[in-house]
């Protein structure tokens, strides 16, 4: 059974307390340049977490990921008449 997974996204003041969010969840990727982490934890848990998290001195802020909220069943969603015929050609 698949668990739901959320991800925060979690604003830094700096990079080198960034490897202490490990124990929280997964790290997807942190950003350098924009000073963020993304951190993937169970659905569930994380209002819980983003609150624990925000709580830190090295956090600026924590934002929730809007991607399992998002609809991906689209209607209408018929191939283009050219592009059809483009491809047919080579063949």
């Not at 709580?55 to 909220?69: H, L, N, Q, R």
Request: charged share 30%; proline share 4%; net charge positive.
């Amino acid at each position: 059974m698949l668990t739901e997974r959320q991800a925060l996204i979690v604003w830094l003041h700096s990079l080198k307390p960034a490897k202490s969010l490990r124990k929280y969840g997964n790290i997807h990727y942190v950003s350098k340049k924009m000073k963020y982490a993304v951190l993937y934890c169970n659905h569930a848990e994380a209002p819980e977490l983003a609150e624990k998290l925000a709580g830190f001195s090295f956090v600026k802020k924590v934002d929730f990921s809007e991607k399992p909220f998002l609809k991906v069943d689209y209607e209408n969603s018929r191939p283009d008449k050219a592009k059809e015929y483009d491809y047919k050609i080579g063949v």
